[in-house]
């Protein structure tokens, strides 16, 4: 079966903290995506990716950054964590025009 | 740019109602319109999706949904409500050159009363 790992189900950290969320699909899929979700706002995209090495900035990528250096994780970092980056995250993979295969969240609460 | 409006927040309906849930997109071409489930505790699954042809589209779970060009409309309905579709629900929009980066909506959650 297809598989999106997110390395966290819920992590807290200090304001001020840089924080790396990962994100590892096996379907050898192009394209990654970083969303996150909050209550009354929906998915909101931050980053994607559609190669190794290649990134494109979302509709939010204010305080955030993504890396890529292999086909299969994509990792979202927050340089310095505040607290409006309270959130849920949710990676995403998907080949091209196909349906995105979500992760389970990370629970991210920066206090 | 493109966007996407749920104009309900929360809906419940009555085990073995029908449900229609409404979806709004803003897009200059012809889109490519999906519907997601996110059930409590679960990650997001595809309903649907609609690319072209038949604008009347089926899905799992035995959700259907219409895509109505003159209304800029993509309404998910399905015709006899089980408690289990208690969820939450996304309408999402993606463009025919970047079909894989969609634009969501704000969801419709959905309670189901026995």
């Known amino acids: 079966d297809v598989k999106v790992t997110q390395s966290s189900r819920y992590l807290v950290k200090r304001t001020g903290e840089k924080v790396f969320l990962e994100c590892v699909q096996d379907m050898d899929h192009e394209n990654m995506f970083w969303y996150r979700q909050d209550p009354g706002l929906g998915l909101r995209l931050i980053y994607f990716s559609y190669d190794v090495k290649m990134k494109e900035k979302g509709d939010i990528p204010e305080g955030y950054s993504v890396s890529r250096e292999k086909k299969e994780r994509f990792s979202l970092i927050l340089e310095s964590a505040s607290t409006n980056q309270t959130s849920m995250y949710l990676c995403?993979?998907?080949?091209?025009?196909?349906?995105?295969?979500f992760g389970s969240g990370t629970q991210l609460s920066v206090l | 740019a493109q966007s996407v409006t749920q104009p309900d927040i929360h809906i419940t309906v009555s085990e073995g109602a029908s449900l229609e849930l409404r979806c709004n997109y803003s897009?200059?071409?012809?889109?490519?319109l999906f519907w997601y489930v996110q059930s409590p505790g679960q990650g997001l699954q595809l309903l649907l999706k609609y690319f072209s042809g038949d604008t009347l589209v089926q899905g799992i779970k035995g959700f259907e949904a219409e895509f109505k060009r003159s209304q800029s409309s993509f309404n998910l309905r399905k015709p006899s409500v089980h408690w289990s579709d208690a969820a939450e629900y996304f309408c999402a929009v993606g463009s025919t050159g970047t079909a894989s980066k969609l634009t969501f909506g704000t969801g419709t959650r959905l309670q189901v009363t026995l």
């Open positions: 995403a993979s998907t080949e091209m025009g196909e349906k995105l295969f």
């Open positions: 897009y200059g071409a012809t889109p490519y």
